[in-house]
């Protein structure tokens, strides 16, 4: 593991945020407001595995098979 010190971030132009990151984001606040969950730990956890299954299984139509090391791109 990577030493605390060398991870620090002291500026803006180190934080490099992946493009998808704020659709992603956007779409399960939606999601949160719409239901309003009591547990929203619970409710991110299988609203984010749901996500992934779907991924998978989008993966897998256009490939025939689900290749996991480039399911995410």
């Known amino acids: ?3 605390v010190r060398e991870m620090r971030i002291f500026s ?8 998808e990151l704020p659709q992603i984001l956007k779409e399960f606040s939606k999601e ?4 309003n969950p009591s547990d929203i730990v619970q409710f991110s956890k299988e ?3 749901m996500k992934h299954k779907m991924q998978q299984e ?3 139509a256009k490939t ?9 791109k």
């Open 1 to 3: 593991m990577a030493d």
């Open 47 to 49: 609203y984010f595995e």
């Open 58 to 60: 989008e993966a897998k």
């Open 64 to 72: 025939g098979k689900w290749d996991p090391l480039h399911s995410y």
């Open 12 to 19: 803006a132009d180190q934080i490099v945020v992946p493009e």
């Open 32 to 35: 949160v407001i719409r239901q």
